[in-house]
């Protein structure tokens, strides 16, 4: 029952907050719908921790074969947490923002969250794409009615982006659909196809793009600067802290364990285009004066990272359990990581949103000085921007040292060379981000920057929880090393090509 | 000695002849009429044929009222001159040679199947009675007879919406 | 007569036909064309029906019948059709005085 | 105290500036300036009297590992947050909280003038900069190690960029967290070597890993060369070698008490921690230890040099850090782990000495760090003057100052690498001497050449400044008196006993000891001649001295800034620029928004398809008939 | 067979009413009712309910697949005369006769759906068509309804013609007109089945627009008073596409492998041109024209891919695409200013209407969630399965994609720009607007429950 109240408590409460008649209302009723959420993600946790609480299955459309099916692996809860908690930071962080037709916001905003959710938790192929575009159809509205000058023009080309990947996604399952013997789209039909390396290695690519449009990877990242920049904030938080998430979870399980040949052989391309993404947009964050193109890249970055140490985890063990618990390593950094970035990302959107909407600039070149006038925001922000570029004892270090470890052990010639190559990122990922805290900060302040920046409650709180699951994370890795560790290992074994060796 | 052949031929060419006549009349008039010499021929076919009921048919209903509905319309336009512009030249080259291709192309697809042995029969046979068309058109074509009639219905409002002279007061009504 | 010759007879007759429609510009003449497309037809179906009763009058003396009987319906729609186009043609030169339809271009692209 | 067992108190050791760390951090609103200095200076004081306590009560034989809990345990790789206790920890640890003591009391009468909030917040990231250092020095694993590692550079650049409102401070820690940086990453990756091979990053595991114990080795020789390359890179970042080591002297941006931390007591000395805590891996590649050592002489030569020709106090300061961190690594590369160990502790006391008293003079001149506009402070600082002329001599390494013990071990044991190595290391010790007496002598000597109204406010600084300057003035003096080579004094050497749990005595070929005086002699006597040459150089010095080509070069450190710069730095920077203002758009974009633009095109030029022509669309038709039956039946089959 | 009768009644009664003369309102209650009449005898003939058995096995067959489509048509029929009858005054004095004539094309519907005889098909063709020639010109001082009724009398008739020629080939290759797979299969000739099969299926690509046989469909939509568009572009595309589907999955099941290559073929030139052309329209009317081209490359995947799940499809598609196009000209029509710039900033002061456009729009589209969606998801199922199925299915999601960006840019109109100031915005009355929200409402049920329409289709 947990799995369906988390994706039926934020569709209803997004319901009734957009058509609740009294704006005042409405900030207070989605914060509570996000809470209870949380809650319910939290009492699955722990007092509802059976795998019954977290399944639940129906008959849908019968004709088809696609059931109603939510499974919440621990994959699963782990994202369906992130969700919750991106949700509720995303209405605490604009507690104070006044918007034109509050409503239909925060309603739209419950909707996306429930198809992020979906997404997490599904368990059969159709239902998962119905959460997809059921999260992007929301995110369109949202960023199209309350975004920047260039919205319309901009959200257009994200939709048609990534509507274009996911609809090449929906063939990819379709046919896998028309193979499974009793016309199932369950994943555990999918899993059983063991098809053939011949269709693999183009199967992989209709899935492929749609994953990697969304994530995004490069070279299919143009959509997500622009985006990032004229989406309102809270959107972005959802976006870059959740959505892009959906590509690596979507990845995990409906890529590697079905089609995991196809990855294999591909594998090498791959990384390199995750590791040339690092390079290439920790680049061009360097020389970038906008404050959210620059975190967007630096997402990009992030996220390529994680991509890369995914796709390193496939190949042969030859049974051999060394293999099997260097890729567990690496998985489990990709997990911890999966979190860890959604947290700081949304942290930095957090304080991103704060510091335009306060001195009505994003760019870097127009802030400085804030160190002296908003002291607790330089807290804050070098606190979250140092995390984000993983340093010890902040929560994204433990999963990118364990990352690293991944694309050490990436059974691929170039291993050595992406490793380096992703390594150099962590360079320049210090690079822009000091650059940015500097021409934040430091410096003499403006007419813009001289009155410095107050936090509301609200504001204080999300950015509280950011810094204390930063910390949390950082400090004791292990709690979440737990969580995960048992499906990692199922995982890593369920995706060794080795049985194919032996057929 | 059979006679048939020769009038098979005859037939023939004057349908073909009167057909591109019709077509490459300048003159709307001579146009209806090569048409009319056309179904002329062709009913001369459907006698050969003996379907004698088509055959009369054709002369009454098509030669007969249609075509002088057609020269009844002509002659009201006042199109009876050659009046009209041609085409472009080279439009005109392009449909008479897609028209010559299709004929070339269903010609050449279907000459070598083995509908040459068929025949088809000439001179006898009762099915073309009037006798034996109708006692089956009220029996198992009374349906679509029945139909017909609807399509009859439907063109006869049809042509009394587009034939009525629209009035400021009917609109208003 | 061998089948042949009749279906390439209409085939014949139904392309000048459609020759006719392609390369002429008075609505008339290409309703006209139209016309004889159909009775090119018309004969062919009259030319099967008498190939498919000579070909199992032992077994069924009926067959064929159909065809013809399809003739007679054709001619029927074709006399509806020629009404209602008709109608359609007088229409539009009372409002252009012309069935020109090179004219016919204000809908385009 | 009988609750109190060893754990615990090693434990209190870290706690302790973290608690003041966090005390200062958030209640520097709230907290008077008193109240600061007491709590950051007090949290030292028993953090150091813990250090004391545990170096005491050090359980003989194997190393005392305290596991706190599990930091990251997947599958096979176990990294423990343990705390590895012995020789080593805890030598470095008393230095550490030691200095660290001394320099925040000094700092809370120089940083007095800051605002409460700000002085707050300086103390708060000195004791987490303490803090940082404790975890590196005392994690039983690379990775706490490099917890601490990373640590130490947040600080340093928190701290470098203190005073935020100068942008080139900022600048400045920027450089000095990035360079940082590039060599953690190689740090990192040796990390990662080490768990590819060995699946264990535990100090105490690395002689199974090598095979010294136990089975056979898991490391190839290749392996322990890449690691150990990959270690000292990362080494370089931190302790400022070739080519890594411009950070450190633009790192003076800082205030002063917190360059006497970095240079003295900890941040630079960690790379030689490092090494010499894997010292087993090191020696079992020889090859890597000759590149130390060539790296650490270059470095030593290079920055000696540079030093000569500086004319901001702190700048020939952290030069000769730079120098003297090339001295130490000459020791690790010649395998004279102790030597190299020794001297990071004599060093840290002179080196602490000569920062704080500099601190003073800049104090006592308002801030004017030019030796060119100073002199003659002899009469009105006369405890910084004493206390500095110590430093000098220990720097300079004149018998019985601490700096020649250490300074004769590592020359000995360049000797020993190589007679080449021997003499460029005695010629730089004696630039040492000549570059730290024209300092001394610029300062102190001759007449004043500042300010009038900076003559007027001369002034010796407070007792809570000086205090530290005296005590680290005796240490200076005393503390090489742990270490007097065998020649001297036989069972002289205590340190390298005491040591040895963790640094094996190494059972090289010896030199006799008639070299040995006979060394010993030579650097001296040398050393005392260099600082006369300086002494009558500078004793008379009025204005600009006499420039060549050489001297440009010098004052322009080697031009590896610019160097840097053009190599690197600007490339990257075009590069950068070319993808954003180009490439991104134009070429990534442009292909995504080409798509959207052929697709208009398109639409625009296959709408003219639709002429409006019935004859047109009768012929498509018929065209289209054509060309699939024609297919079709001619075609196809 | 009640929904011909009823029609058939309908339609002369309609006639009638004309000459009596009584007042519009009346004749437009009578007309709605009669509508709503022949949905219910429909879906009284589902349960069983049978007024009158025609009894001719040989020409006419109703089952399942007619009746449900049959229902989808006369219900969609029933919401279009409720949003939509009131507009047709505004066409022309001739206001029952209007009537009359949609009464007469449901006739012909039920001839296309449950034809067993090609005949039957050419009757109900000709039925449907003959009425629409009417229609599209009813408009009769407008030059451009005069032209547009012209061009699709003269192309109708052409393609008639060639249907015909088709139909004597089949004919002459099997001797029966029977529509049904078994009969006269032995020992035909079949370079003449084929191309039999070949012109009809040329002629039936013409009645459903598919290129490159859709020229006559943009100047036609466009130039047809909106209402009647309305009309064509759903009922009677649907239909038509309905009977072709019929015909072909009865018909020439067996000769697959030689026409099912053709049809993806035409599908994907179809998409192609339907939705790139799609994009430069600047008159939202001619948009949904090339719209409606575009939809129909869609519905060609369902004959490409012929089988279970493409009937399936070709239920879900009729009606999704019916309930939405039907609500969008629902809307235009009583729109001011045809081009895109008329919507601007509808979504601020009529935010229902707006809304329900979204649904329609969104569902046109193929976004889940919507009918829409599922109808598309089921042709590419189809498809895919096909020979070159993967290469087709592949450029039609690509062009779905580009639909997205048309079919968005009256979302982007609507929702995210201000209006301009000479337009103003029609006053859609709340019966309207709640037709309108009934038309949404199924087409979002419909796009989560499909199983609800689609088990009619069996038991």
């Not at chain 4, 018998?399 to 290391?425: C, E, M, Q, R, T």
Request: glycine share 8%; aromatic share 14%; charged share 10%.
């Amino acid at each position: 029952m947990i799995a369906l109240l988390l994706v039926l408590l934020p569709l209803i409460g997004g319901g009734l907050v957009f058509f609740l008649p009294r704006p005042a209302a409405v900030r207070p009723l989605s914060l509570l719908m996000a809470l209870s959420t949380l809650c319910a993600v939290v009492l699955g946790l722990t007092l509802y921790a059976g795998i019954d609480s977290w399944s639940f299955d129906a008959e849908w459309i019968q004709p088809l074969g696609a059931r109603f099916t939510l499974k919440g692996d621990v994959l699963g809860k782990w994202m369906s947490m992130l969700a919750a908690l991106g949700s509720v930071l995303s209405v605490l962080g604009s507690w104070n923002t006044d918007r034109k037709k509050p409503q239909r916001f925060y309603g739209l905003l419950l909707w996306m969250q429930a198809g992020m959710t979906i997404v997490f938790l599904s368990a059969d192929a159709f239902l998962f794409y119905f959460g997809w575009e059921l999260a992007l159809i929301p995110a369109y509205f949202l960023s199209s009615i309350w975004g920047g000058e260039r919205r319309i023009a901009v959200t257009i080309k994200f939709f048609l982006y990534t509507f274009v990947g996911s609809v090449l996604m929906l063939i990819g399952l379709i046919y896998l659909h028309g193979l499974t013997p009793d016309g199932s789209f369950q994943w555990q039909a999918f899993r059983n196809l063991e098809l053939e390396e011949s269709k693999q290695v183009w199967l992989f690519w209709l899935f492929f793009l749609a994953f990697a449009i969304k994530v995004p990877l490069f070279p299919f990242h143009t959509w997500q600067p622009d985006t990032y920049e004229q989406v309102p904030t809270p959107v972005t938080l959802l976006l870059s802290g959740v959505m892009v998430k959906m590509g690596v979870v979507a990845m995990i399980r409906w890529l590697l364990p079905i089609l995991d040949i196809g990855v294999f052989i591909w594998s090498d391309v791959l990384i390199c285009l995750a590791v040339v993404g690092i390079l290439y947009a920790s680049l061009i964050a360097i020389r970038q004066d906008d404050l959210k193109r620059l975190i967007a890249y630096s997402s990009i970055a992030h996220m390529g990272l994680t991509v890369a140490a995914l796709f390193s985890l496939t190949g042969f063990s030859n049974n051999s359990n060394v293999v099997l618990q260097y890729h567990l390593i690496g998985f489990q950094g990709v997990m911890l990581q999966l979190f860890s970035h959604g947290v700081n990302i949304m942290g930095m959107w957090l304080l991103a949103d704060r510091i335009e909407s306060r001195f009505g600039t994003r760019k870097l070149s127009e802030l400085g000085g804030l160190a002296r006038t908003a002291p607790t925001l330089t807290i804050f922000f070098v606190v979250i921007a140092l995390a984000n570029i993983a340093l010890p004892l902040t929560n994204a270090f433990p999963g990118e040292f364990l990352q690293f470890n991944a694309i050490f052990h990436a059974q691929s010639p170039y291993r050595i060379v992406f490793l380096i190559g992703s390594g150099l990122g962590v360079i320049l990922s210090a690079i822009y981000t000091l650059n940015m805290i500097r021409r934040i900060f430091y410096g003499e302040t403006n007419s813009a920057t001289e009155n410095g920046l107050r936090f509301s409650i609200a504001e204080a709180l999300a950015l509280s929880v950011v810094v204390g699951l930063i910390l949390l994370f950082g400090i004791y890795p292990q709690a979440a090393l737990d969580f995960t560790n048992e499906y990692a290992w199922e995982y890593v074994k369920s995706i060794d090509i080795t049985r194919f060796l032996t057929k | 000695m059979n006679i048939t052949p020769y009038i098979f031929w005859f037939l023939s060419v004057m349908a073909l002849f009167s057909a591109l006549m019709m077509v490459t009349s300048r003159n709307p008039v001579y146009s209806v009429l090569w048409l009319i010499s056309t179904f002329f021929a062709i009913s001369g076919h459907y006698i050969l044929l003996n379907a004698q009921f088509l055959a009369a048919v054709n002369i009454i209903v098509y030669a007969g009222a249609i075509m002088v509905l057609f020269l009844f319309v002509i002659m009201l336009m006042n199109l009876n001159r050659e009046t009209e512009p041609q085409k472009n030249r080279w439009l005109k080259l392009i449909g008479a040679l897609a028209g010559g291709c299709l004929l070339l192309v269903m010609v050449a697809a279907l000459k070598d199947a083995e509908l040459r042995s068929q025949q088809a029969m000439v001179g006898t046979g009762s099915i073309g009675l009037i006798k034996v068309l109708g006692k089956e058109l009220f029996t198992r074509y009374v349906v679509p007879f029945e139909i017909s009639s609807l399509l009859f219905l439907s063109a006869m409002v049809g042509a009394a919406v587009i034939g009525k002279k629209e009035t400021p007061e009917t609109l208003k009504s | 007569m061998p089948i042949n010759y009749y279906l390439f007879l209409s085939l014949a007759l139904f392309s000048i036909g459609m020759v006719g429609v392609l390369t002429r510009r008075n609505a008339i003449i290409i309703f006209m064309c139209i016309e004889l497309m159909l009775n090119a037809v018309n004969l062919l179906l009259v030319a099967f029906s008498k190939m498919h009763h000579l070909k199992n009058l032992a077994i069924n003396p009926m067959i064929g019948v159909d065809g013809q009987l399809f003739v007679f319906f054709i001619m029927v729609v074709a006399a509806a059709e020629v009404s209602v186009g008709l109608a359609i043609i007088v229409m539009m030169y009372r409002n252009v005085h012309s069935v020109d339809i090179q004219f016919l271009n204000r809908l385009k692209h | 105290m009988a609750m109190l067992s060893f754990p615990h108190i090693a434990y209190l050791i870290p706690l302790l500036p973290l608690l003041g760390f966090l005390i200062n951090g958030l209640g520097r609103n709230h907290l008077s300036h008193r109240a600061i200095a007491w709590i950051c200076s007090g949290v030292m004081a028993l953090a150091f009297a813990a250090s004391g306590w545990v170096f005491w009560n050090l359980p003989a034989g194997a190393p005392t590992i305290l596991t706190a809990f599990d930091f990251i345990r997947v599958g096979v790789l176990n990294i423990p947050f343990a705390f590895q206790l012995d020789a080593l920890s805890a030598l470095f640890l008393l230095i550490i909280t030691g200095i660290g003591f001394l320099i925040h009391v000094y700092s809370s009468a120089y940083m007095h003038e800051e605002s409460a909030s700000q002085y707050g917040r300086y103390f708060a990231y000195l004791n987490l900069f303490v803090f940082s250092m404790l975890l590196l020095v005392m994690g039983a694993n690379f990775v706490i190690l490099f917890i601490g590692w990373e640590g130490v550079g947040l600080c340093s650049y928190l701290l470098i960029g203190f005073w935020f409102r100068n942008p080139a401070y900022a600048q400045a820690a920027n450089k000095a967290f990035v360079m940082n940086r590039v060599g953690d990453l190689a740090f990192l990756i040796a990390i990662f070597w080490l768990i590819a091979r060995t699946g264990s990053v535990n100090f105490i595991d690395l002689p199974m890993a090598l095979g010294t114990v136990g089975q056979s080795a898991k490391l190839s020789a290749m392996d322990i060369t890449g690691i150990t390359i990959l270690l000292f890179i990362g080494a370089t970042g931190k302790s400022a070698q070739i080519p890594l080591y411009t950070w450190l002297p633009d790192a003076m941006a800082g205030p002063t008490p917190v360059s006497a931390l970095i240079h003295a007591a900890t941040m630079v000395t960690a790379g030689i921690y490092m090494i010499a805590r894997s010292n087993l891996l090191y020696t079992a590649a020889p090859l890597v230890l000759t590149i130390v050592a060539v790296i650490g002489l270059a470095t030593a030569l290079l920055a000696a040099t540079i030093a000569l020709r500086q004319n901001d106090i702190k700048k020939v300061l952290a030069y000769s850090t730079v120098s003297q961190l090339g001295f130490m690594f000459l020791a690790l590369g010649s395998g004279a782990y102790v030597a190299a160990v020794f001297h990071v502790m004599t060093h840290a006391f002179f080196k602490a000495l000569l920062f704080l008293g500099s601190g003073s003079v800049i104090h006592a001149l308002g801030g004017e760090q030019d030796i060119r506009k100073m002199g003659g402070l002899k009469k009105s600082l006369p405890i910084t003057y004493w206390t500095f002329l110590i430093g000098c001599l220990a720097i300079a390494g004149i018998f019985p100052f601490s700096g020649f013990f250490s300074k004769d071990a590592i020359l000995l044991s360049a000797f020993l690498k190589s007679p080449v190595f021997y003499a460029i290391a005695l010629f730089t010790a004696l630039l040492t001497a000549f570059y730290m007496f024209r300092l001394f002598i610029l300062t102190f000597g001759g007449s004043f050449r500042g300010m009038e109204e900076q003559r007027h406010h001369l002034h010796e600084s407070p007792l809570a400044m000086t205090l530290p300057l005296m005590l680290l003035a005796v240490l200076s003096v005393v503390v090489g008196w742990i270490g007097i080579p065998e020649v001297l004094m036989h069972g002289g050497d205590r340190l390298a006993e005491f040591l040895s749990a963790v640094i094996p005595v190494a059972s090289g070929h010896e030199v006799s000891h008639a070299t040995e005086y006979m060394l010993m002699g030579l650097s001296s006597g040398l050393v005392l001649l260099s600082i006369y040459v300086a002494w009558s150089r500078y004793k008379q010095y009025r204005s600009e001295e006499s420039e060549s080509s050489l001297t440009r070069f010098l004052d322009n450190k080697w031009y590896v800034d610019e160097a840097y710069q053009a190599a690197i730095v600007q490339p990257l920077h075009r590069l950068a620029g070319w993808i954003r203002s180009f490439f991104e758009p134009r070429i990534l974009d442009g292909a995504v928004q080409g798509v959207g633009r052929v697709v208009r095109y398109l639409s625009q030029q296959i709408r003219f398809l639709q002429s409006g022509q019935t004859g047109n669309y009768a012929l498509w038709m018929v065209i289209g008939i054509v060309l699939i039956l024609s297919i079709q039946f001619f075609i196809r089959k | 067979m009640n929904l011909l009768l009823l029609a058939a009644f309908w339609g002369v009664l309609m006639m009638f009413l004309s000459v009596l003369g009584i007042s519009r309102s009346r004749i437009r209650l009578v007309a709605q009712w009669g509508m709503g009449l022949l949905f219910l005898s429909t879906a009284a003939e589902m349960q069983g309910f049978v007024l009158y058995d025609l009894n001719a096995p040989e020409m006419l067959r109703v089952d399942r697949y007619a009746l449900v489509l049959l229902a989808i048509l006369s219900g969609c029929g029933f919401l279009y005369f409720l949003l939509s009858a009131t507009d047709m005054a505004k066409v022309g004095s001739d206001y029952s006769e209007y009537f009359a004539l949609i009464f007469f094309v449901f006739c012909g519907f039920v001839l296309v759906l449950s034809f067993t005889s090609l005949l039957m098909l050419f009757l109900g063709i000709e039925i449907v068509t003959i009425p629409l020639y009417i229609l599209t010109g009813a408009d009769k001082r407008n030059l451009k309804s005069n032209e547009a009724s012209l061009k699709y009398f003269l192309l109708g008739a052409f393609s008639t013609g060639l249907m015909l020629m088709g139909i004597t080939m089949v004919y002459g290759a099997r001797g029966s007109f029977s529509s049904m797979e078994l009969v006269g299969a032995s020992g035909i000739p079949t370079q003449l089945l084929l191309g039999g099969l070949f012109l009809m299926l040329f002629s039936m690509a013409f009645k459903v627009s598919v290129a490159p046989f859709h020229f006559w469909t943009p100047d036609v939509y466009d130039g047809a008073p909106t209402v009647f568009t309305s009309f064509m572009a759903t009922l009677v595309k649907v239909a038509a596409f309905a009977g072709f589907f019929r015909l072909f999955d009865h018909a020439f099941t067996s000769l697959t492998p030689a026409w099912q290559v053709w049809a993806g073929v035409l599908s994907v030139c179809t998409l192609m041109i339907g939705n790139i052309t799609a994009v430069f329209q600047q008159s939202v009317k001619r948009l949904l024209a090339y719209s409606s081209i575009a939809q129909a490359g869609f519905m060609m995947l369902g004959i490409y891919g012929l089988g279970g799940v493409a009937k399936e499809g070709m239920v879900l598609y009729a009606a999704s695409y019916s309930l939405a196009t039907i609500g969008i000209f629902a809307v235009l029509t009583r729109m001011q200013d045809y081009t895109l710039e008329g919507f601007n900033g509808l979504a601020k002061e009529r935010p229902w209407v707006a809304a329900s456009l979204t649904i329609f729009l969104l569902s046109l589209a193929g976004i889940p969630l919507t009918a829409g969606f599922l109808a598309k998801f089921y042709m590419l199922q189809a498809a895919v399965e096909a020979k070159y199925g993967l290469a087709v299915v592949i450029v039609s999601v690509l062009m779905a994609a580009v639909s997205v960006y048309y079919y968005f840019r009256i979302l982007q109109a609507m929702y995210f720009r201000e209006r301009s100031e000479e337009v103003s915005f029609p006053v859609f009355s709340s019966g309207f607007v709640r037709v309108l929200m009934l038309l949404a409402a199924l087409i979002l049920v419909m796009g989560v429950q499909p199983g609800w329409l689609l088990r009619y289709l069996y038991f």
